[in-house]
């Protein structure tokens, strides 16, 4: 079969090769991909900067982001069937409080797996496997945006837990500040809309860019920070940072109201900042702020992203569908590593 692998930790060596189908152990399903969707992350393991092969494999299937149509599966206990259709989670657990708590998004040691990223094969593939219980089953009125569902459990995640945490007190947001307008930040902006908040993206890219028409479209108001400087927006209840920009993420610190939040969703680069950190420390005590990180997602947060996809395809006249920016065949895989910053989400297609 075909599929795009790489050899982790060697840079540019992203390539589409034959070879062998795997076979699923007892407690797994084989999925025959239909999409996979490559991000930032797909980029990072090409680039050699993480990717681990699974035991006695020189290679890794990249892919971590996709769709699939279920091909085989163990017993019929799971609620799946051959023919349904399914996006399988990233992450499985190991056998730490969290992992076997179903929270994998939250494993203490780290010695957590990862399909296409850490020890797992990929789902960039005609087919791969996936233990069963990881799988979502997604109705066929989804089937062309499905595929933005692991990005979008990420932005359930952040959201979640910044609501979840500010249960601590009575807080009625108004105003959100979502710094960067990738895929992510995209995702993030559609369900906060939903949520009837006030929303402010920002990014670098010009105001009649796709990524600004998308965020308009969910009601946002989008700032080209070149043009319009982040200081000048105010004061902000709730901020979530996408852009990965250590020095933008901590300009907007300062811009978060009293009893206000901000999630961290980048990977940051080591940076050394000439800020003030005593002022900043005293501005959170005497603001009682909160600055939490997120990463990753468990089934629950995807399965609340399928509820809230129905619900943005409705309101926001089918944007997801207007989010995937380009499909293309396997063949034309060096597309989508090449850095185009004008695509928001490039999707390969497997199967026809
Ligand atoms: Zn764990």
């Known amino acids: 079969m075909r599929a795009l692998t790489v050899t982790p930790g060697v840079k540019n060596s992203i390539r589409l090769e034959d070879i062998d189908p795997p076979t699923p152990s007892s407690s797994q399903a084989l999925l025959r991909l239909q999409e996979i969707g490559i991000c930032g992350t797909d980029l990072d393991i090409n680039q050699g900067f993480y ?41 499985r657990p190991d056998s730490c409080m969290n992992c076997l708590n179903g929270e994998s998004d939250m494993c203490l040691t780290g010695n957590y797996r990862e399909h296409g990223i850490k020890r797992l094969h990929g789902f960039g593939a005609e087919f791969a496997v996936s233990d069963v219980d990881f799988l979502v089953k997604v109705p066929s009125k989804l089937a062309d945006v499905a595929v933005l569902l692991e990005p979008m459990s990420v932005a359930e995640k952040g959201v979640y837990q910044a609501f979840k945490i500010q249960e601590r007190m009575l807080w009625k947001p108004n105003r959100v500040l979502i710094l960067g307008a990738g895929p992510v930040g995209l995702l993030t902006t559609y369900l906060l809309r939903l949520k009837g908040l006030e929303v402010v993206v920002t990014a670098t890219r010009a105001k009649d860019s796709a990524k600004a028409r998308l965020a308009q479209r969910a009601g946002a108001v989008y700032v080209n920070t070149m043009e319009q400087p982040l200081q000048s927006l105010g004061k902000f209840d709730l901020i979530m940072e996408e852009t990965g920009s250590a020095q933008v993420a901590m300009q907007a610190t300062s811009m978060l109201n009293t009893n206000g939040i901000m999630c961290f969703l980048g990977i940051y680069s080591s940076t050394t900042a000439p800020e003030d950190i005593g002022l900043f420390y005293k501005d959170v005590v005497l603001g009682n702020k909160t600055f939490f990180g997120s990463v990753n997602a468990n089934i629950n947060y995807f399965k609340m992203g399928l509820k809230d996809f129905a619900e943005i395809e409705n309101r926001f006249d089918r944007i997801l569908r207007d989010t995937i920016s380009v499909r293309i065949s396997p063949d034309e895989f060096q597309k989508a590593y090449a850095q185009n910053k004008d695509n928001i989400k490039t999707v390969i297609r497997f199967n026809n």
Not at 71 to 83: N, Y
């Open 51 to 91: 990717g681990e092969a699974p035991p006695g494999s020189n290679y890794l299937v990249t892919g971590h982001e996709s769709l699939a149509i279920v091909e085989k599966v163990p017993g019929s206990d799971h609620g799946i069937s051959k023919g349904d259709l399914v996006v399988p989670t990233v992450r």
